[in-house]
């Protein structure tokens, strides 16, 4: 992708997956170029007047999907993976502080939260922990609620029940999000095949 920049501008990193927006540093041609390049973030530091790539020293990288320039072209959306906290302070993302309070958080961030907090009751007890029982109860016990939840949804889809439904399909999510987890996958699995049948 050719773009010719004037001095900096603004390059907004965005996490492919979930769509969470994770920092802001500047580019120069040369920092735009070399991640075009070699599919990894490089900035422009303006303190230190010199490129860096982002996560030299962390480790912390991102590795990038998609460059997306805006209409006036003096702004670039990066998507990218990032390897480990992108913020200094070990937080995934530097937008971590709430100004106002948030109610829900954004759609296409659910099911990856749901699959981090579904993989830290693995070794939670069982007795205090539903979803360390799953585990506990093996891959039959998992995929037997798979079932059983894809059977009501249908049933209330066929009732029409819409709030029975709704119930029913987070049911659903939940526990393919359970299986996922103890076959050691991710929704960034799923993720990846549903966009290429939008392409089909």
């Not at 709030?163 to 050691?184: C, W």
Request: proline share 4%.
């Amino acid at each position: 992708m050719s773009l010719t920049i004037d001095g900096l501008i603004p390059a907004i990193v965005q996490d492919y997956f979930s769509g969470q927006v994770l920092m802001l540093g500047y580019q120069n041609q040369e920092a735009y170029d070399k991640t075009v390049e070699l599919k990894e973030v490089y900035f422009y530091s303006r303190s230190r007047q010199k490129l860096w790539l982002k996560g030299e020293s962390s480790g912390n990288k991102l590795l990038v999907k998609q460059i997306l320039p805006d209409c006036d072209q003096d702004t670039v959306l990066i998507l990218a993976v990032p390897t480990g906290p992108v913020c200094h302070t070990g937080h995934r993302s530097c937008f971590y502080k709430k100004l106002l309070p948030r109610e829900e958080m954004p759609l296409a961030s659910v099911p990856f939260k749901l699959e981090k907090t579904i993989a830290s009751k693995k070794t939670a007890d069982p007795d205090s922990s539903y979803t360390a029982q799953l585990f506990r109860g093996g891959l039959d016990r998992i995929a037997q609620k798979v079932g059983e939840e894809a059977v009501e949804a249908i049933i209330a889809a066929k009732n029409n029940a819409p709030e029975e439904l709704v119930s029913e399909i987070a049911d659903l999510i939940y526990h393919v999000s359970v299986l996922l987890v103890s076959k050691g996958m991710s929704w960034a699995n799923i993720h990846s095949v549903l966009v290429n049948r939008m392409m089909e």
